[in-house]
């Protein structure tokens, strides 16, 4: 069991974590929530020995291994599926002495111990996570270091997935997957054996994965049974329960004191007045706190547009000339389109999105855009090209002087800028918050399409929800790739699956992709013309 108790953690003089105290249950599975700057990634540090709490401690069984993805995704010319199988550091030292042994009794003990481990079926174990992560078998003969920072990540997080540590601590595990790669993550982690922390704004990886929900809240933890949707309304019915015991309460002190203070000063109820004040002094406070500010997201009213907004007749898309991404691609965009790309990375979603966003030249074939086609374009690598020296304020002014202070002011708050944050540099957001700047960018121009290329990696739960809410509400089209599944459903009412070089339209929901994903099958068995949409 993983205790947790009383630990404290100040940081530059903030009280971050305040007496937190938690017993996970061993062997079960467990999602850390909490709102951005809570102190989740704080506690995970203190639990890893990365830093030392100021008070309290915390302790798990000696004999225990305790994993975490590394932060430094590996780089170097080894291969992918050599980098996996040596984060089996038993496993590892076990053969190298093998091979220098020459005692027969110890001989035979590593070979034991190899066995008892099931060091020999360590390579398909390894190769079979890379698989379900999103590397070929071809892929995982490269080095490391022929592979993007992003994709590396998932190679750290491959290597502590083999390891099979004890206690496994997962932190924003699906920060660099594709909803495929989500989708095998959730799968695994249900047949995982030992204890499991997986911090997470991945609601429907909460709901999937996680037998308990372990909440930090003012520096405060509180476990929860069940999953997350479980742990909302469980949380929600006890506030409302505690909200109304706490009036009733008020109510009950502020009459015990109108007594006390009518007859304190009189000698016949003196006694009466003492008793009263005493019942007062006795009586417990019941503390409700108050719930946290989410900032809005509220995305300005679209243009109007006649359909369609874009048709493409067998068009070509890529990099390279002579070297289509996709080609052959037939679609059609209409103005009240709701769609969600499909597919593994790397397969071209990226590219479709660069192309409906005017980001890429079409190489062959035809695409006619509508005269008041406007769109807007958010997608996870412009977090990195933004300036850190410029304040919000100043950064959407650059981009459009003639706009007045007053508009640019009313831009940012609809995406939940305070007059402070609006004039916080950008260097000093959180990701959250450069995430809200980012889309405060894309819908700048009061766009009629939106194109959404993961805008909720850095984004907390309650974010996420204002999200949804707010591209409900929007009248334009939304092309929309995410790995956020809850997301996809409340938001697309069609799917696109881009593989193997083409577009082609999805049907059924999100479980039946699930389903054609776990086949093993390059294409749908089911596509009825009706979902088809063709240009």
């Not at 003990?109 to 020999?120: F, G, K, P, Q, V």
């Not at 009459?255 to 109820?269: G, N, P, T, W």
């Not at 009213?301 to 990099?319: D, F, K, N, T, W």
């Not at 294409?523 to 979902?531: E, G, H, L």
Request: aromatic share 6%; hydrophobic share 45%; charged share 25%.
């Amino acid at each position: 069991m993983l205790s947790i108790d009383n630990v404290t953690v100040r940081i530059a003089g903030r009280e971050i974590l305040a007496g937190a105290t938690a017993n996970l249950p061993v062997g079960r599975r467990v999602g850390l929530v909490g709102r951005n700057g809570a102190g989740k990634s704080t506690l995970l540090k203190a639990i890893l020995g990365e830093l030392q709490p100021d008070d309290g401690e915390l302790s798990w069984p000696r004999d225990w291994k305790v994993g975490a993805v590394a932060q430094e995704a590996p780089g170097t010319a080894v291969s992918l599926l050599d980098t996996v199988l040596a984060a089996d550091r038993e496993r590892t030292d076990l053969l190298a002495a093998a091979e220098h042994e020459t005692d027969p009794d110890e001989l035979g003990e590593i070979y034991t111990r190899l066995a008892a481990i099931d060091a020999y079926t360590a390579p398909s174990r390894a190769a079979a996570i890379l698989s379900g992560l999103g590397f070929s078998a071809e892929e995982q003969l490269r080095p490391c270091s022929e592979f993007s920072g992003g994709w590396r990540m998932r190679v750290a997080l491959a290597a502590i997935l083999f390891s099979n540590p004890d206690l496994l601590l997962l932190d924003e595990p699906t920060n660099y997957l594709d909803l495929e790669g989500v989708m095998w993550l959730q799968d695994f982690l249900r047949r995982c054996r030992g204890t499991v922390l997986i911090v997470s704004h991945d609601r429907d990886l909460l709901n999937t994965a996680a037998e308990f929900i372990l909440h930090l809240e003012h520096g405060k933890l509180t476990l929860y049974t069940g999953n997350y949707d479980t742990f909302a309304t469980t949380r929600a019915a006890q506030r409302a329960l505690d909200t109304a015991f706490a009036k009733k309460q008020e109510a009950a002190r502020a009459h015990l004191q109108a007594f006390v203070d009518r007859f304190k000063a009189k000698a016949s109820k003196a006694r009466q007045a003492q008793s009263r004040m005493k019942m007062l002094a006795r009586m417990q406070t019941i503390e409700v706190p108050v719930d946290e500010h989410v900032a809005p997201i509220r995305i300005p009213a679209p243009q109007e547009s006649s359909p369609p907004l874009i048709s493409m007749h067998h068009a070509a898309v890529g990099y390279e000339p002579g070297k289509p991404i996709l080609s052959n691609m037939s679609v059609r965009l209409d103005p009240d389109d709701r769609i969600a790309l499909l597919g593994k990375n790397g397969n071209g979603k990226s590219t479709l999105a660069k192309l409906l966003a005017n980001r890429l030249p079409l190489m062959s074939g035809e695409m006619t855009r509508a005269r008041k086609l406007v769109p807007g374009y958010f997608a996870q690598h412009q977090l990195d090209e933004l300036d850190g020296s410029l304040t919000p304020i100043e950064t959407l002014a650059r981009l459009r002087p003639l706009l007045t202070q007053e508009m640019v002011r009313s831009q940012l708050g609809g995406f939940g800028f305070s007059a402070h944050k609006a004039l916080t540099k950008v260097d000093s957001l959180s990701g959250g918050e450069r995430a809200r700047l980012m889309l405060a960018l894309a819908t700048l121009d009061k766009p009629n399409m939106l194109i959404l290329d993961e805008p909720t990696n850095h984004l907390d739960i309650d974010a996420r929800a204002e999200l949804l809410k707010a591209l409900n509400d929007f009248e334009g089209a939304v092309i929309l790739v995410s790995h956020d599944r809850r997301l996809l459903e409340a938001t697309a009412d069609r799917f696109l699956l881009v593989a193997d070089g083409r577009v082609e339209p999805f049907a059924g929901d999100l479980d039946e992709y699930h389903r054609f994903l776990l086949s093993g099958e390059n294409t749908p068995t089911r596509r009825p013309a009706a979902k088809a949409r063709a240009a």
